[in-house]
């Protein structure tokens, strides 16, 4: 008999608080102290959302979106991002704004993708300020805007965002509103690199190579090209190819 039942197996959830039923519902998802069992997972979950819990709005959303449990439903995952979020909650904001990024489950609209990242933004979210710097950096439904990519930028690098320090590494690299600076530009390319960023593995290693902000080192170029590769990117393997020649 499961935790939350009666002898006649009637469910003693009337007057559980959503905090308690997500509690449970987590028991069942990973197997803590019960047998794991999804479907029980699945319907406390739901319980607790269509009270109004935001967690597990935002919970029910992931698993529809990446097919948890269940078939794949953008439009499912959409409708409890969008309910999470409309209560300020900044994590089910900034799926939100990746579903109206992506054209999942709603129609694609780039400006509604920057409203709801600018929300989860300003409550610190790090993924949020990573795509708003992103958006302002590239002009996606803002004015190009390079002060407030650096912005955005190093608020999630400093939160630890891999693809924040990367493209923070490349605006120092470029000298986009800030003042170039190869070794600031190697610092964040390695903090980014150390967390497997492909990207920041091969400019890493460009900078090895050319012995730019970084002490010349075709051994570290090397080390740094292979990790990139490794993940497919075609530049480093290219480079690669070309010093073993």
């Known amino acids: ?5 009666t002898e006649g197996g009637s469910m003693l959830l009337e007057f559980d608080t959503t905090d308690v039923l997500c509690g449970r519902a987590l028991q069942y998802f990973e197997g803590d102290g019960v047998a794991a069992d999804l479907t029980e997972a699945l319907r406390l979950f739901s319980l607790a959302a269509e009270r109004g819990n935001p967690h597990d709005q935002l919970f029910l959303g992931i698993l529809n979106e990446y097919g948890k449990g269940m078939a794949k439903d953008f439009a499912e995952a959409a409708k409890w991002y969008r309910m999470a979020a409309e209560q300020g909650y900044a994590d089910a904001q900034c799926h939100l704004g990746g579903m109206y990024k992506n054209g ?41 805007d390079a002060t407030e990519a650096v912005k955005w930028f190093r608020l999630a690098a400093g939160q630890g965002d891999a693809y924040a320090q990367y493209y923070l590494g490349l605006m120092y690299e470029e000298g986009n509103c800030v003042r170039q600076d190869k070794t600031e530009s190697a610092y964040w390319y390695q903090l980014a690199a150390d967390q497997g960023n492909s990207y920041a ?17 075709e051994a570290e170029a090397v080390k740094y090209f292979w990790l990139s590769a490794d993940q497919g990117n075609e530049g480093a393997q290219y480079l690669l190819d070309s010093l073993e020649m």
């Open 104 to 144: 999942r489950g709603v129609t694609k609209d780039e400006a509604e993708a920057v409203k709801w990242y600018r929300l989860a933004a300003e409550q610190n979210n790090a993924v949020a300020r990573r795509f708003l710097g992103l958006a302002y950096r590239i002009g996606k439904s803002v004015t190009i």
């Open 201 to 217: 593995q091969y400019s890493l290693g460009l900078l090895y190579k050319n012995g730019t902000g970084v002490e010349e080192d």
């Open 1 to 5: 008999m499961k935790p939350d039942q």
